[in-house]
């Protein structure tokens, strides 16, 4: 099917709707499906190392069936039946790829993000109510059983953890030494440990169940955070489909090779690429555990693709930055696309890209609590750089804003609003598992409020325009953050920077921004305001503070993690504040709270006058406690 325009996609709409459109009712049909049309084709390929000769696996599409099938029977084993949870808190592997498809048969998958902390991992779980986890065997120089093996302690319901060893990825002398440095393996919880791989293949290689045969919730995804604590999102077996519908439509067919450094536990990687393969009959390769973030990644990457023959790459905008700093050194003449999500990549950089690789960048737009995918740029038609695309079909985007009532009103072209979307990935009125989270999140009780704000071109091209959450508020004008980061991101020495509003007394917030420099950058925070001052085109907006940091925090798919970044402008502030008026306390750290937001926690270092203390902070909007004696209502 033709994908060069929003026409394109209401034609295939209006050739019958997603209802009566013909295709798989489960994810195993999916798989069934495809597993007879091409067993033989390769499925899904890993190397533990990020070398272009290193050692890989590769598995079929017939194989990779019969150990969905092992993983799935094992599961229902261990009495996981539709409604239960098996959570993956693991990097990438081939079994991270069967586990996820074998426990969204069998149960609801939960994959978390390994990088998190263990109480983050440990509310998960609960939030889940998982009975199942499974994770990495204690490994040198990853820390991912110990943090697994903390949170299942506080998750009283997880009765059985499985373990991957990454040791048979290694061959001699390395898989030697494995063992001999192998960190304890932590079993200080209560649930029982058990080899993966063992148990698996105890198991036959066709399902041992039915499947059930109609659409039903089989995964949770945690949101990935760029605004706060993590929620819980729930995706129906259609929203699933849908995307790999999408991907096997517009994009991929059974010849294609796809390079996927992004992590399994991210939405983009399992919904839209995973899904995508397993519709299509595509190859998919993930190189190393952590992806991107893999020693080596970046410095091999080139040649990676040489030897994978990739057709299409999967990436990010903060990757395709860092690869811009290494010489194409390599065939890659294979790769027709670019893939990028997660963030809209600047205008130079794009054009920097396509230059150096003659790959063609298709950016889209998608969100954990619709399953993924929105829109993206048409790889046939014309690409607006900086817009996120066009709707894909059967999906419904609405830009609102709301009247003095309340009430949502349609915005007029290219006007402003929230951006609001209904499509089969969207579970309206049920989108997150905790109930109250779902208050207010829908207009008409179909279109998901996504918080960014946007507007839509005279060509039906969606443009992000700031999040709503993320508007900098200075003396009631609102500023958008991505104003001041185009600036800054337009400086030769500047690879990342994130634009928030620190605490002001006077107007409530000042724009601040933090930048993270290119390698062998030497722009100071100074030149970088005065930078600003040209550069940034509304005066209010020309940032108070602006900080070089070795690194941005980020989330894993590699956007800017602003809560990070308001923690350490609170800290800064509100520090200055205490020891301009010489008392005697300090910030000790920032805490996320769920009913009262980021909150200063202090600790007294002398004799203090607590009134005073009381008038200074009072000045902020910001809540502010004593460390010992932090409220608990929201722990």
């Known amino acids: 099917m033709t994908f060069a325009s929003r026409q394109d996609a209401l034609d295939i709409e209006n050739e019958t709707s997603w209802g009566a459109r013909k295709r798989p009712a489960t994810l195993y049909q999916m798989l069934r499906d495809t597993v007879e049309a091409f067993p033989d084709r390769p499925a899904v390929s890993y190397q533990l190392l990020s070398g272009a000769a290193d050692p890989s696996q590769t598995l079929t599409w017939q194989q990779f069936h019969e150990q969905v099938c092992r993983a799935a029977n ?21 079994e991270t790829a069967i586990a996820t498809i074998g426990a969204a048969i069998a149960g609801i998958v939960n ?16 939030e889940t109510d998982a009975k199942v986890v499974v994770t990495l065997k204690a490994f040198p120089k990853t820390d991912i059983a110990q943090k697994t093996a903390e949170a299942v302690r506080h998750a009283p319901h997880v009765h059985t953890v499985l373990e991957i060893d990454l040791n048979r990825y290694l061959s001699p002398p390395k898989s030697w030494i494995v063992p001999l440095i192998r960190p304890k393996n932590p079993g200080n919880h209560h649930a029982d440990v058990k080899c993966f791989n063992t148990e698996m293949q105890k198991h036959p290689i066709t399902l041992g169940f039915d499947d059930g045969g109609q659409d039903r919730v089989a995964a949770y995804f945690h949101t990935g955070g760029t605004t706060g604590m993590p929620k819980v999102a729930q995706h129906r077996y259609d929203g699933m489909i849908y995307n790999g519908w999408l991907g096997h439509t517009l994009l991929f067919t059974e010849k294609d090779s796809v390079m996927c450094p992004l992590p399994l536990f991210h939405v983009f990687a399992c919904h839209v690429i995973l899904m995508a393969m397993i519709k299509s009959g595509a190859h998919v390769v993930f190189p190393t555990p952590a992806g991107y973030r893999g020693d080596g990644v970046f410095d091999n990457f080139w040649k990676l693709l040489e030897r994978w ?13 860092a690869l811009m700093q290494r010489k194409v050194d390599a065939d890659i003449s294979t790769v027709k696309n670019a893939f990028s999500g997660s963030a809209p990549m600047p205008l130079e950089l794009f054009n920097r890209f396509e230059s150096a690789t003659g790959m063609t960048v298709i950016e889209g737009y998608g969100l954990t609590e619709a399953t993924c995918l929105v829109s993206c740029n048409p790889p046939e038609g014309q690409k607006k750089v900086g817009s996120v695309g066009v709707p894909f079909p059967y999906t419904d985007v609405r830009i609102y804003k709301t009247d003095d009532a309340g009430a949502p009103v349609d915005c007029a072209t290219d006007e402003v609003g929230e951006i609001c979307i209904s499509n089969p990935g969207v579970y309206a009125g049920n989108t997150y598992t905790e109930t109250a989270k779902n208050a207010d999140l829908y207009h008409h009780d179909t279109y998901l409020r996504t918080g960014d704000l946007g507007r839509i071109d005279p060509d039906g091209y969606l443009w992000i325009t700031g999040r709503a959450k993320d508007l900098i508020i200075r003396g009631g004008h609102n500023i958008d953050p991505a104003d001041i980061e185009e600036a800054l991101m337009a400086h030769h020495d500047v690879a990342m920077a994130g634009a928030i509003g620190q605490p002001d007394a006077h107007s409530g917030e000042l724009p601040s921004a933090y930048v993270e420099l290119v390698d062998g950058g030497t722009a100071t925070a100074e030149e970088l305001r005065e930078h600003c001052k040209v550069h940034v085109h509304e005066r209010a907006a020309i940032p108070k503070h602006v900080e070089v940091l070795d690194e941005l925090p980020k989330t894993a798919v590699g956007k800017v993690f602003k809560p990070d970044l308001r923690k350490r402008a609170i800290t800064r502030i509100y520090n200055a504040a205490l020891n301009e ?22 600790e007294k270092t002398g004799e203090l006058d607590e009134e005073k203390l009381g008038h200074v902070l009072g000045q902020f909007t910001r809540p502010w406690e004593w460390a010992d004696q932090a409220q608990t209502e929201d722990a």
């Open 309 to 321: 023959q990739t057709t299409f790459v999967i990436t990010v905008p903060t990757a395709v930055s």
């Open 111 to 126: 994959p978390i993000n390994p990088l998190l902390e263990p109480e983050q991992i440990g509310a998960i779980l609960r």
């Open 74 to 94: 094992l599961f229902r084993d261990l009495k996981i039946n539709e409604t239960d949870v098996v959570a993956l808190v693991l990097p990438n592997t081939l």
């Open 581 to 602: 008026a010489g008392l005697a306390a300090r910030v000790t750290q920032v805490i996320d709270s769920k009913k009262r937001g980021l909150v200063a926690q202090l």
